[in-house]
């Protein structure tokens, strides 16, 4: 185990303190002058292959170009033996080498045993001859590699949930397989930021300019799988990379390595998943992963994306899908009868014992599903605290006992298809180029738009969660030719949509909120920019003929110096309807009516439709038609758009 | 009337954008303490962030995947309060396994199937060909394996062990 970071008790500690005293009496071995002439000699070498040069060493020490050098990402200084190693590669392979034959310890190991994936590759190419360096056992590592026992690894991406369209920026790990059949028994490894902050600008703030420390873990993977799977109701994919015995090995002396070692965290792209491609690196650095995408000019890095590039790498074959508990009960519940899921309901409200299953003239296997999931369901709402531990207990070895009479049924859970897999879905970035007419002015417009991240609910649905957007700094430009101008149409700065269906079992609360400037009809008859915040929430259903319908209540603020009291601020609904009419054609059609009752009291209707075709992974075609009436002012638009994923 | 109004839409207002959309994860949950020991038995499961309570806290939770306290290398989840079972007291592995899957388990056991229990076989070195009769012996004693609400480590693990085929 690497550290027993909880749980040693007393007679361990002392059994440490012994150790430390026993150190500290042996006498520390003094460095002959023939040790230190190997010492330099290595170091000479070193220097004359232009080792510091070399494409591993930048990999092992993260080291990225900056200006006329090179910097490592990593900002913890313990993570070099050389004080100007972040910035100097060849001061820090001389430092590191010296350090090879140092009995100092550094975080209670020797450095050869603390930068063991620096010592095998330096062995390696310098032919070190280890009886030569001060004898080391490197307990704790080799401790820690025979817990683990690298076999293969395998790409972790814990997807998005239903409600929280956000989570698809979610997370990226990567499990290390050992000698189990069970992949519950392999270790998993993340980089996350470590924070204890609860004031959320604060949080907000920190993220984005890196003032976290993030910080690689490794836990057993059945925790991560309870975390996400059981707690978080997100789906897991599971992609086996196609790594060696030996190069999965290289990559945990790398992760052994990083154990407590720090680096600013960046949410948007010195992330997790960006992070983690240097474990992949580490293990096979014929693959430069961390170079492209920091050098392809975007400022952020996207889970999703990370592992597009990983497969573009071909390092990805196959993919494992592991459905969340919720997902789990909508599979169960998919292949039962309306009256055995009110049964089935009954029983998690305690109206019907499960006793009284056994009973039922229905048969074997649908009183055993029925039970199945009761069981789900239990948990998963023990898990959102909606059910008091003593209860749960009761209730769940109630419904398993007599669960346990019903004998084994057919796992028919695989037949259900898995959704798309995240990768399979556009690129998260969108250009559009579009042309239209807008009855204002009665003139053709042209216009471009760019978006930074991420799928909104029209995009084409394809490795995203259907009803879900997240925008990220979406802004548009229009050209009229009528009066030939060119004008800033709309800069959201975010544009979140959560549209969450209610069914029997869950009872979701569908939102949107979005920020940014946009052109607005004045009482003038004319658009003029606003700065607009626009939260809402509401139920969300789904129909097989109507697809997913939706209404919100909603409030509306509207900032702009053309207002009188240069503000509005309104009350009022929207209800829409979202319709996938087949695969590659969608439809939204949607109303919303705001009654602005404080600073420039006015009224805005607005109706629209919009469709989107789907052409390929990347493109798709769009078409929108709305028409609104503000402050007694009518406008129509409609507008032809081409919209490529980058 | 009409100040009444502004004065309740701007609280709506300020309400769900702040503090909602930049609730911050409380700090209590966290994946950090995932992994402490807060118990040998049945539902010794812990809080992550209610992943709906806060809806636009967890987005921007999901973007900086922070995680509070000491999240590191810890590996195992520990078991040492717990009284150890007396066929596989040094089977570590097994121990914190258990304790940390209890009520996955369960549920397998029940059902006769399941990656939970197929997991807790292979740390039992139940033979592959004896895992059927293993699972059916377990299914059979449900009852007696998990014989209360209040069943911890060590009785599940040696209740298991005394249905276990013989080799």
Known sequence: ?646 | MKKTFVVAVLSVLFVFVVSSAFAAPKKSSGSGRAHKNVGCGLGTLLWQNNADDSILSQSLQATTNGTSGNQTFGITTGTSDCDQPSNFAKNDRLNEFVVANMDNLAKDIAKGNGETLATFAELMQIPTEKRAEFYQNLQTNFAKVFSSEHVVLASVVDNAAAVAPKN
């Open chain 1, 1 to 646: 185990m690497f550290t027993k970071v909880y749980g040693a008790s007393r007679p361990v500690y002392l059994f440490f303190a012994f150790l430390l005293l026993l150190s500290f009496v042996s006498p520390s071995r003094a460095v002959f002058a023939e040790d230190s002439a190997y010492r330099e000699d290595l170091v000479k070498r070193a220097k004359e292959m232009r080792l510091f040069e070399d494409r591993y060493w930048d990999v092992l020490l993260h080291y990225k170009r900056s200006g006329s050098g090179k910097k490592s990402l990593i900002t913890d200084p313990r993570f070099f033996l050389s004080p100007s190693g972040k910035k100097d590669p060849g001061a820090e392979l001389d430092a590191t080498i010296r350090g090879f034959f140092s009995e100092e310890n550094k975080d209670e190991e020797p450095p050869r045993c603390r930068f063991i994936a620096r010592y095998t590759w330096l062995k390696e190419k310098l032919g070190i001859d280890e009886t030569r360096l001060p004898a080391t056992a490197c307990t704790k590592f080799n401790e820690a590699l025979a817990s683990v026992n690298p076999k293969s690894a395998v790409l972790i991406f814990p997807a998005a949930h239903l409600n929280s369209p956000a989570s698809m920026f979610g997370h990226t790990l990567i499990r290390i397989n050992g000698d189990f059949q069970s992949d519950l028994l392999s270790h998993a490894v993340s980089y996350a930021a470590i924070t204890d902050d609860s004031n959320g600008f604060l949080y907000a703030f920190k993220g984005l300019f890196g003032l976290y420390k993030g910080y690689y873990s490794i836990l057993p993977y059945y925790e991560k799988v309870k975390e996400y799977n059981d707690m978080e109701r997100r789906d897991i994919w599971e992609y086996p990379l196609n790594l060696s015995e030996a190069e999965t090995r290289k990559m945990l002396l790398h992760i052994w390595e990083l154990k407590e070692i720090y680096s600013d965290y960046y949410f948007f792209d010195e992330n997790c998943s960006y992070e983690l491609l240097f474990l992949i690196e580490a293990a096979r650095p014929s693959v430069d992963m961390t170079g492209p995408l920091r050098d392809r000019m975007r400022f952020w890095v996207i889970p999703p994306d990370t592992i597009r590039v990983v497969r573009e790498d071909g390092l990805i074959e196959k993919v494992k899908y592991r459905p969340s508990q919720a997902m789990r009960v909508q599979m169960i519940a998919s292949l039962m009868e309306d009256e055995d899921q009110k049964i089935v309901l009954a029983i998690v409200k305690k109206a019907v014992p499960p006793q009284a299953v056994p009973g039922m003239s229905i048969s074997n296997e649908r009183k055993a599903r029925i039970l199945d999931l009761a069981t789900e369901l239990l948990q998963y709402k023990y898990a959102r605290r909606e059910l008091e531990k003593d209860d749960y207990l009761k209730q769940f070895l109630a419904v398993l006992n007599v669960r346990s009479t019903l004998g084994t049924q057919a796992n028919d859970l695989q037949s259900i298809p898995q959704p798309s897999q995240p990768e399979e879905g556009h690129r998260s970035g969108r250009m559009v180029l579009g042309t239209g007419y807008t009855t204002l002015g009665k003139s053709l417009f042209t216009e471009v738009g760019w978006r930074a991240a991420f799928h909104d609910v029209l995009d084409p649905d394809a490795g995203y969660i259907e009803g879900g957007q997240i925008d990220f700094f979406s802004l548009r430009g229009r050209y009229y030719f009528q009066e030939n101008t060119l004008r800033l149409q709309s800069f959201r700065i975010v544009d979140i949509v959560s549209l969450s269906p209610r069914d029997m079992f869950f009872k979701p609360i569908s939102w949107k909120v979005n920020t940014g400037f946009d052109r607005e009809l004045f009482r003038d008859g004319q658009e003029h920019l606003i700065y607009r915040v626009n939260p809402g929430g509401g139920f969300a259903y789904q129909n097989r003929i109507l697809g997913l319908y939706y209404g919100m209540v909603e409030t509306d603020l509207n900032l702009s110096g053309g207002l009188k009291d240069d503000f509005a601020l309104g009350f009022g609904a929207s209800a829409g309807i979202i319709k996938k009419i087949t695969d590659s054609w969608k439809i939204h059609l949607s109303a919303r009516s705001i009654y602005y009752e404080a600073g420039d009291v006015h009224q805005s209707m607005k109706a629209s439709l919009t469709q989107n075709f789907r052409i390929s992974t990347n493109n798709s075609v769009s078409l929108s038609l709305w028409r609104e009436k503000t402050f007694y002012e009518y406008q129509s638009e409609a507008m032809l758009g081409w919209n490529y994923y980058f």
